[in-house]
């Protein structure tokens, strides 16, 4: 059953502390991306992979960090720098990079702040 | 720059009624054009797609012409059910230089009532 899954589904940070969101992908997919969605504000983009072992910063990368040391997985870690955490996370992932393929999208991470 | 403007909601509607929700967008060139779901506490779901001027994207009722005389990607449902709440995001994807992100409206919100 081929899919996105990300976890956990809920995650909590306390102050000054790094938390990395976990976000895996069997559909053998080149591309990989990370959105945080804030109430009434859409998704915005944070970083985004086209191939293994290279990524991109998006719109709102700052306090964020990421990997793409295999083709299936993208970790996102939120750092003490990211002041505003509280969002949710989704993952997504394409075939590639044409500007017609569709991106799918995995169920998700709500980060809280303790 | 890109970007993708939504009707504001919340849209409340009773069940078998029609349903409009307008999408415009702004992009140079001729992006694709998206609409995704959200069901309550999930990812996003590809609902359709159109990817070229007069395309029309249709998926379990619900369609949206790529109109690009007025740049908009309206969609519409001929008869709503409560199984339809949700909330609707347009996007479009456009491939300028290497980025190859999603730009979404910020959704729109619809409860249907039985």
């Known amino acids: 059953d081929g899919g996105i899954t990300q976890s956990p589904k809920y995650l909590f940070r306390k102050e000054g502390q790094n938390v990395t969101l976990s976000c895996e992908q069997n559909?053998?997919?080149?591309?990989m991306y990370w959105y945080r969605q804030d109430p009434g504000q859409g998704l915005r983009l944070i970083y985004y992979?086209?191939?293994?072992?290279?990524?991109q910063k998006g719109d709102i990368a700052e306090g964020y960090s990421v990997s793409r040391e295999k083709k299936e997985s993208f970790p996102l870690t939120v750092t003490s720098a990211q002041k505003n955490p509280t969002a949710f996370y989704l993952c997504?992932?394409?075939?590639?990079?044409?500007?017609?393929?569709?991106?799918?999208f995995g169920p998700g991470t709500r980060l809280l702040v303790l | 720059g890109n970007s993708v403007t939504q009707m504001e909601g919340p849209v409340t509607l009773s069940e078998e009624a029609f349903l409009t929700i307008n999408c415009t967008y702004t992009?140079?060139?001729?992006?694709?054009l998206f609409w995704y779901v959200q069901y309550p506490g999930e990812g996003l779901q590809l609902l359709l797609k159109a990817t070229k001027a007069d395309d029309k994207g249709s998926n379990k009722g619900f369609e949206a012409t790529y109109r690009k005389e007025t740049t908009s990607f309206h969609l519409e449902k001929g008869s709503v059910q409560v199984s339809d709440s949700a909330v609707y995001f347009c996007a479009l994807r456009f491939s300028g230089g290497s980025n190859y992100k999603l730009t979404f409206g910020k959704g729109t919100l619809l409860t249907v009532n039985p």
């Open positions: 997504a992932s394409s075939i590639g990079r044409s500007d017609q393929e569709t991106q799918y």
């Open positions: 992979s086209q191939i293994v072992n290279d990524f």
């Open positions: 559909l053998n997919h080149d591309a």
């Open positions: 992009a140079t060139g001729y992006p694709s």
